[in-house]
């Protein structure tokens, strides 16, 4: 994934799309449902490079979501 890219998700029914910060660890989650954002805190790079293309919204909810990382809503 290209460095603070925003990713578009088009084959998830609960993901929009997601960016990467690298230099602070953060991912920005956007959801479908009604548009929040929320950030994910010191999650490292494998675990974002490990999002497949297949299926980025059961890999984002299983490795973020669900996976203990301290979050926050940012809108």
């Known amino acids: 994934m290209k460095k603070n890219q925003w990713v578009h998700v088009t084959n998830s029914s609960l993901i929009s799309g997601y960016k990467y910060f690298p230099e602070e660890k953060r ?31 059961n890999d984002i909810h299983s490795k973020i979501i669900k996976g203990g990382y301290e979050y926050k809503k940012i809108n």
């Open 27 to 57: 991912v920005h989650v956007e959801f479908k449902n009604n548009s929040s954002m929320y950030a994910y805190f010191n999650v490292p790079a494998h675990v974002v490079n490990s999002i497949s293309e297949e299926a980025p919204g």
